[in-house]
């Protein structure tokens, strides 16, 4: 874990360049009117371009620390300054190398981009590399993904090699079965029980890349077409999952930043870039570039484009997911989670049934609120359990247990142990959400580490207001009502937040109180507890004032103890009972989680073990078939 970790400052490393972006500081963008082929692709492609020139930019003549591998990719992409890259990339390749497979898929596309750019000595000093320089598999989907892609191309690009000029003593061809079947198992797995690492607010690079990558340069035509079918799979699942393209949970993976402020996160930077209608992020994500620097080979279709932009009415759509791998303590490889999206036009409720699937960034449920511009706005609302333990880290990772949990600050997860976490997964959480109610029920043993519920107040809410007879809290996050009942007593903390200190081994940090002007959490002590959230649009009411009294008209039971459990009337007339360990009810009929699908809804669908996912957008159809390797594209009748 601790090797694996070490590589996370990549994803930052360009922040030191100062200058502006125009599209992270500019307006917010607005999508093309029109739906046109060129129209979309003229401003793609511009998006591109501005990464690669910002990129090209931010070289600073005499300051080598400046020109690195992003700005070689960068300058190879626009076709310039070859003998300079080459001069660098040499420079470069003389030094021990590090960050495995984060270092892998960045050299093959400089491999690849440089091909009839770069100097025979720049091209063998990257090669060389290849076999002089171990990088490790590492331990997750997404680290598989880089390593396997990469590894497939790189023997494609030196077909013949033998097994001593390479890293792990096989050959390119043994190399590149291994990387091809890996690739096919996996993408056997995500078309048949649901993406492992699935919504990543941050991950979604480490595949979208990898993708265009073999869609781009694989000379073997089923790698090709499964490159682009799977990068197709994964926007629509993004697309699907945004508001106004922004992401939001619930999340297999995302981190303390990201989960309160749902913007700063790099698929913003893919949100931007394939469907503008978000800026990016700061630096583009940090790994932005490295999608831009193929871009141009991919063409977002219309469809997945129209579902991310063009939202003309309510939807419910219904995903079947995965979670991460086991190594001990379960006999199960891979739980199945059962996934629920609600979007509307002010708001978004996304949620999955709780338990345990990453035991460090999950984020299991969250109300997500539309706002004009999402840069500093924190426009979530969501409880958790702060759940830490030795025994789950060992269930998901391979490292000795003896210093898991005190290295993981240092190794830059520093909220993991302390009882104000708001990022994560618990075992004793259990979650039921119908449209935009949710009911989160916990049962926490006593002797728990931390045996408390955080509930997540933004400072960006307002009209927040507790009511003491109904127990309701009142607040609105902009065109959104939100009611908030905790089921057991409570008290207010401001929430901290992280700041970096400068260090010279791993991660330091120290806790931030940013007071009233920060955001704040409703602490719930007990151990048998539960939160109800019920949204609304403030355009379905005369004022706040009505919404609050429609709420408190609600019919509503609920009990803690043997275990929690609730009785309830929503908003949208729906009678909804749910008990902790218990299926739940809605108007009387159990929810059948065995008879989910991969994909249900008006834009997703697919059957579970199908391989094959249909993408629809009012008449517009897109059918991605990995029994066949085929695309179909149709427009329907009326």
């Not at 020139?53 to 003549?61: G, M, R, T």
């Not at 061809?173 to 198992?185: D, P, S, T, V």
């Not at 049934?353 to 460090?360: A, E, F, N």
Request: charged share 25%; with cysteine.
């Amino acid at each position: 874990m601790k090797r694996l970790l070490s590589v996370i400052p990549f994803f930052s490393v360009l922040a030191v360049f100062a200058h502006a972006q125009p599209s992270t500081t500019g307006p917010v963008p607005v999508p093309p009117a029109d739906f046109f082929a060129d129209a979309r692709r003229t401003t793609y492609v511009a998006r591109a371009n501005e990464v690669l020139q910002w990129y090209v930019d931010s070289i600073k003549p005499g300051e080598p620390a400046t020109f690195n591998s992003g700005q070689i990719a960068a300058k190879l992409a626009r076709r310039e300054d070859a003998a300079a890259c080459s001069a660098r990339i040499i420079e470069l390749m003389s030094r021990p190398q590090s960050a495995d497979m984060f270092w892998m898929f960045p050299w093959t596309a400089i491999s690849f981009l440089g091909r009839d750019q770069l100097t025979p000595e720049a091209k063998a000093a990257i090669r060389g590399q290849w076999k002089t320089y171990f990088p490790m598999r590492g331990d997750t989907e997404n680290h598989w993904a880089m390593y396997y892609t990469s590894l497939f191309l790189m023997t494609e690009l030196y077909p013949e090699d033998p097994a001593d000029s390479w890293f792990n003593g096989k050959s390119s061809a043994e190399n590149r079965a291994e990387a091809k079947a890996y690739l096919i198992h996996w993408m056997d797995l995500a078309t048949t029980i649901g993406q492992g690492e699935f919504n990543p607010t941050h991950y979604i690079g480490e595949y979208a890349i990898p993708m265009l990558y073999l869609a781009t340069w694989a000379k073997d035509p089923e790698m090709k077409i499964r490159g682009r079918m799977k990068l197709d799979w994964l926007l629509a699942d993004l697309a699907e999952n945004t508001l106004d393209g922004v992401l939001r949970g619930p999340n297999a993976r995302t981190d303390d930043t990201s989960v309160i402020q749902r913007w700063l996160a790099l698929s913003s930077y893919f949100s931007w870039q394939c469907f503008g209608n978000t800026p990016p992020p700061p630096s583009y994500g940090g790994f932005g570039v490295w999608f831009a620097v193929a871009a141009a080979n991919y063409e977002v279709p219309e469809v997945i484009h129209r579902i991310a932009v063009d939202r003309q009415e309510d939807f419910l759509q219904r995903d079947l997911k995965r979670s991460r791998r086991r190594w001990r303590y379960s006999d199960e490889l891979m739980a199945l989670v059962y996934k629920t999206n609600y979007v509307r036009r002010d708001y978004a409720v996304g949620s999955y049934q709780g338990g345990m699937t990453d035991p460090i960034q999950a984020h299991v449920w969250d109300v997500t609120w539309s706002v004009p511009d999402p840069r500093g706005i924190h426009n979530t609302m969501f409880s958790a359990h702060p759940y830490a333990s030795a025994r789950a880290m060992q269930m998901y990772f391979t490292e000795l247990p003896d210093h898991m949990l005190e290295l993981l600050a240092s190794q830059g997860k520093p909220s993991y142990d302390v009882p104000d976490k708001i990022l994560g997964c618990s075992p004793y959480e259990q979650v039921f959400q119908d449209l935009d109610t949710v009911i989160a029920l916990y049962d926490i043993p006593a002797d728990d580490r931390y045996p408390r519920v955080n509930g997540f107040f933004s400072k960006d809410l307002v009209n927040v207001s507790d009511d003491k007879q109904s127990g309701w809290i009142f607040a609105q996050g902009g065109n959104t009502y939100l009611a908030y009942r905790p089921l057991a007593p409570f008290h207010w903390e401001n929430l901290l937040g992280y700041k970096q200190l400068p260090s010279t081994s791993g991660y330091k940090w120290e806790r931030v109180d940013r007071g009233e002007k920060g955001d704040r959490l409703l602490v719930s002590p007990h151990g048998k507890n539960g939160t109800i959230v019920q949204a609304a649009s403030a355009g379905e009411f005369k004022d706040f004032a009505a919404f609050q009294d429609a709420i408190r008209a609600l019919p509503l039971e609920f009990t803690l103890t043997p275990v929690p459990s609730v009785k309830m009337r929503t908003l949208r007339g729906r009678e909804v009972s749910f008990a902790y360990g218990q299926a739940p009810r809605v108007n009387g009929k159990k929810v059948d989680y065995a008879k989910w699908k991969l994909f249900e809804g008006p834009h997703l669908n697919a059957d579970r073990g199908s391989r094959k996912l249909t993408i629809t957008h009012g008449r517009l159809e897109r059918m991605l078939d990995f029994n066949t390797l085929t695309i179909t594209d149709r427009v329907r009748g009326n």
